[in-house]
C-alpha cells in the first residue's frame, strides 16, 4: 500500500496501510454517530494517532490525568 496523507482543515493524517485505513475509516464511521462526551474524547485522541506528531497529544492527555 502507498502512503497517503489525508486532509481536514489544518490536521494531516498519515495512512502507511491498511491498519491506519482502517482506523480512519472506523473513525469516520463513528464521528457521525451520536457519542457520549466520553465517547467523543476518545475517538478525538485516537484520530490524533494518526498526525505525524501524535506524541504531542500524548503528553496533553498525561498532563491533563496527573493534574486530576
Not at 497517503?4 to 463513528?30: A, M, W
Amino acid at each position: 500500500m502507498r502512503r497517503y496523507i489525508i486532509t481536514e482543515g489544518n490536521k494531516r493524517y498519515l495512512i502507511d496501510n491498511r491498519r491506519d485505513l482502517s482506523i480512519y475509516t472506523q473513525i469516520k464511521k463513528l464521528e457521525k454517530k451520536k457519542l457520549s462526551k466520553q465517547d467523543k474524547e476518545l475517538v478525538k485522541f485516537i484520530k490524533t494517532q494518526l498526525e505525524k506528531d501524535w506524541r504531542k497529544y500524548l503528553l496533553i492527555k498525561l498532563k491533563k490525568l496527573n493534574k486530576r
